[in-house]
Every structure is written in structure tokens, then in C-alpha cells.
């Protein structure tokens, strides 16, 4: 247990520099671990469903209990951030079977949109659904078409092996950039929805989280917060921009970030802005917005750094 909680406290402290826009609950124990146990968590500000939904979690993510507040959790997500979710939304886990977890053989969903978990192969019978990002532990048989997996609630089903990837062979040393893009893209069209980090329905910084995630990698949740890691390119120079860099853009006033683009190439670049869609900096392109770019950041080769975390690397994962 000591083990654990020293591993717990590390991985806060990775992103103890960066602030963030959910309430802060400082000085909790840090003990009590919880898996998400339907497909998306929403996380609220207060503990209310008519409070502000400031962020989601998938099914199987790892979340730290810090608080109770009646029919509410206060919760720290794997990348620091905080607010509140209901407890019918989790399922306890004691510390060893935590541990077991992370040496588990994992899968990671790699579906467009979402993927049905079937209880059998040849009847069907839907269990639940799963989205593009969920890591679930995983029976991998060589050649058959299913992979058999164990979901918090100790139920289980079946998912197409093409549908999936093992966790252990999901991710490059560094993040993959064409792979960030094309998963970035399998929203185009999706609409925007405050709060929301999945492929059906994300903000701007909740795509980029997203698309950054199939890669291994993990980032802060706001574009505020995501404008504050990686290295900086000259905003002027964009001869230098490669895929899979992050663009920032200010509020009318130019005075706070406020919203998040991923770079592609040629001047055009993918966000969530009324609905996921690709535009260009490019006055001369068909796909032009009149928006300005104040900042460009680098997150690829910028891995392990403060705000940039390897799942790999992170002690709730493995």
C-alpha cells in the first residue's frame, strides 16, 4: 500500500504546475481507487447533476476517491484533473486488485465510433458499449475474431478482434502524429459539447486529449492548461510547423487561450468548433477561417516532460 500511494502522489505531482478549472480538493487521502463502469463518466464541478459537466472519463478508467459528498465523489483523474462523480458511475477496487490490473494483459479500443461487447459470439446480446480510448483487460486468442473482455463490474463479453489493439503493442517510443490525425479525423463532423472528451461529441481540448491518447500519450485537459507543455514555435514561422502540432487561439479581448487545434499539413488544421471539422490558416484556401494563431506548441518528442505523460510511463496504468 505504501508502495502505491507514493506512486499515486508522484504522478500528481507531474502535473502540480498546471491549473486546473475544476475545484481543487487538496489534503484528501489518496488511497481509495475506483474504475469508471459505464461507457462515459460525466464529470461534474459540484456535486449535482445540473452542475456544469467540466470533463468525461471512459469505461475502465482509473479514478482517486477524495471525497464523499452524499450520493458524490470528489475524484482526481489520471491526468490531475478534478470535480465530482456519481458513485453509481464507478465500481470499487481493492489496492491488490488494482495492482493485478496494471500487470493484466490490456486492450485499447481503437473502434471509429463505438464498438457493442456482446455476451456471446454467435447470438449476440449486447452487455454494453465501448468507445474509441477504453483500456480493458483482455483474453487475446491467436487468430480467432473475438477478444474475450472483463469489464469493473465483473461482467464480461466479447468485442472484434480488429476493433481493438493490445495495450502492450498499442504504442510507439513517440507519439505517432499520423496516427494522433487519423484519429482526430474520425470525429469529422461530430458535434461540439462542452466538457466532452469522446470521438461522438468533443470540445477542442477534448479532441486533441483524445487524439493525443490512441497515441499513448496523455495531456491536460484544458487548451489553457495544453498551451503550457511542450516546446514553443515561432507563431510567424509556419514553414516550421509539423503535424500534430497544437495551435492556440485567444478570446475577442486576445487575452486568455481559449481554443485548441491540431496541425495537419499545408496550412489546414482539425478542431471542434460548433462541430469537428478541418479549416486552414491559408487565406487562399477554400477551407480558410479568419482566425488567428497566437501560439504553436510541440507535444511530439516532448514525451515524459511535465504535462506530457507516457501512458506507459504513468503508475496508474502500469
Known sequence: MKHFINALLASLLLLSAIPARAAVLADRDTSTMVFVNIPVAHIRHSPAHSSEMVTQALLGTPVCVTDTVGEWFGVTLPDSYTGFINSSSVTNVSAEDFAAWKKSPRVIVNCPATVDVVADTIKGGRVT????????????TPGSNYLYVSLPDSTAGYIPTDMAMRLSEAFTPFADTDLVIATASLANGAPYLWGGTTLLAPDCSGLVRRAYFAAGILLPRDASQQALVGIDI????PDLWKRGDLLFFTNEAGTKITHVAIYDRRGRFIHSSGKVFIASID???PLYIPRKVVQVVRVAGCEDTPGIIRLTSHPWYF
Open 234 to 237: 515561432p507563431v510567424s514561422r
Open 283 to 285: 487565406p487562399a484556401d
Open 129 to 140: 458499449y465501448l468507445m474509441n480510448g477504453t483500456i480493458l483487460p483482455a483474453a487475446v
